[in-house]
């Protein structure tokens, strides 16, 4: 087996191959050839600690396996290293074997952001201009990064829970040479694109702060309990998600769908609209909101990607198990 540590993965994968291979992804999973497992998470009463598995099979791709990791809320002030711990399995199709064991934690973050890419990619209006965003933590660089790929953006507008965390998503707008306005919630009115991430079991982003012909992605959601926006805003809306048995389970569609202001028939796969098999936004005045709960072919697929790029420049490390 192979593995590649977490230390080498920044040389080994880039945005473009992050969102080349999660759109792949989606597309095999609306076409009936990947599927997903259910989830498995836990608090295990130790250290405050969530735990988990996130698992599937692609069967175009050939790739099998699981994400284990999860959320330890004391690690950078006790241990000094990142509170999302991650490694991703890999295992052979054909014989069960384990292939490889790959660092997960930056492919994490860099798959999460390409999701939200490429929803934008295929929902959002061609001549959006403002992108808002709700939420500055670790993860909200990653989304702005690669979102700001997507169109001719011309501003980022942003407010936070804790407004402190601002200037970490002003430095990727500066870095991308756009002006940056911190502002309150009625202000997404401006937003033709709207990313949430956040950590947050109570909505912010309500349906009054969202114009005609937005995307939104809501990103953060991604537990049972979790909520980022008003649940009316997904009634409003044109749904879409990654997978839709965890969008009603574990996503932001959970609490719509537990009001029932939608049905679990109302919530699109967004691969569908890559495979040309639902038409996607209609109309400019369209909402369309991205329910983006995360998905193990998600991981699968990136980090398969690295090993062929670890064992090509020489730095998998083999070993005879
Ligand atoms: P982080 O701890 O770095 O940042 C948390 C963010 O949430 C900050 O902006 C913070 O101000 C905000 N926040 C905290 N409490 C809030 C509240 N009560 N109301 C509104 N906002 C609040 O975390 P991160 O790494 O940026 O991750 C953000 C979220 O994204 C987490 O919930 C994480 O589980 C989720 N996530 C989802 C996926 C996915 O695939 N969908 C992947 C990775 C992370």
Redesign the pocket.
Known sequence: MFIVPEREIADLVTRAASFDAVEKVFAAMAAGDAYNFPVVREAIGHEDALYGFKGGFDRSGLTLGLKAGG?WPNNLAKQGIIN?QSTVFLFDPDTGRVKAMVGGNLL?ALR?AA?SSVSIKHLARKDAKVIGMI??????TFQLRAALEQRQFEKVIGW???PD?LPNIEKVATEAGLPFEAVNLDAMQRADVIIS??????P?LMADHVAPGTHIAC??T?TKG?QEVEAALLARATVFTDEVAQAVSIGEAQHAVAQGLIAESDVNQLGAVINGTHPGRSSDDEITLFD???VGLQDLAVAAAVVDTAIANGVAIEVDF
């Open positions: 959320y999302h994490t999460t999701a939420g500055a933590g670790h993860q909200a936070n829970y804790h965390m991430i956040t950590s947050a079991f109570s912010s990103m953060g991604d979790k983006g709960t995360g």
